[in-house]
């Protein structure tokens, strides 16, 4: 049985490898200014900031979702 919780981790996990191995090759094969290459760089770490803050409220919903069915299965 598949663990929702896990799905979402797992999913994010491997999203946010693949964005960041996408970006070090786009910033190695394109070449720019130091401050240009410095202000994507920023741009990058505060996309996948957001993006794991959003990864991370997904996965407390989840367990939150499966802590209160676990619940109703006690009652």
Do not use: Y
């Amino acid at each position: 049985m598949s663990n929702p919780t896990q799905d979402v981790l797992v999913t994010g996990l491997i999203f946010a490898m693949g964005l960041l191995a996408g970006a070090a090759t786009g910033l190695l094969l394109a070449p720019n200014s130091g401050s240009h290459t410095r202000r994507q760089l920023r741009s990058l770490a505060d996309d996948i900031g957001e993006h794991a803050s959003r990864i991370a409220e997904e996965a407390s919903e989840a367990v939150n979702e499966m802590f209160e069915h676990g619940r109703c299965l006690t009652r």
